[in-house]
Nanobody
Framework: QVQLVESGVGLVQTGGSLRLSCAASGRAFGTYVMGWFRQAPGKEREFVATINWNGSRQLYADSVKGRFTISRDNAKTTVYLQMNSLKPEDTAVYYC?????????????????WGQGTQVTVSS
């Protein structure tokens, strides 16, 4: 069993920045893939970013590329999402996810555990 707890609930203005954190517990953190997804009201959950076990590979959605950065600290069993140049369309509940697989994946079905989600609201 893996427990994921997100933090970093925020209300920011357009152009602002916010960092989300996700603390993992319960399994060996350093050997697994971590990801971030988001879901806006009335929309399906969508991929944001993912990072492999040692941080050497990241994958981003086109909509956030160049603005968001995913990183991880295996010693702290935490994954981060630094969000810059935020736009109103980034408003969503953001979910941290964990995959037992070894690649980098954008499909939610490739992830085994999910956090409870944290709200990010970007005002115009």
């Amino acid at each position: 069993q893996v427990q994921l707890v997100e933090s970093g609930v925020g209300l920011v203005q357009t152009g602002g920045s916010l960092r989300l954190s996700c603390a993992a517990s319960g399994r060996a953190f350093g050997t697994y893939v971590m990801g971030w997804f988001r879901q806006a009201p009335g929309k399906e959950r969508e991929f944001v970013a993912t990072i492999n076990w040692n941080g050497s590979r990241q994958l981003y959605a086109d909509s956030v590329k160049g603005r968001f950065t995913i990183s991880r600290d295996n010693a702290k069993t935490t994954v981060y999402l630094q969000m810059n140049s935020l736009k109103p369309e980034d408003t969503a509940v953001y979910y941290c996810s964990w995959s037992r697989r070894s690649g980098t994946y954008s499909r939610p079905e490739m992830y085994d555990y999910w956090g409870q989600g944290t709200q990010v609201t970007v005002s115009s």
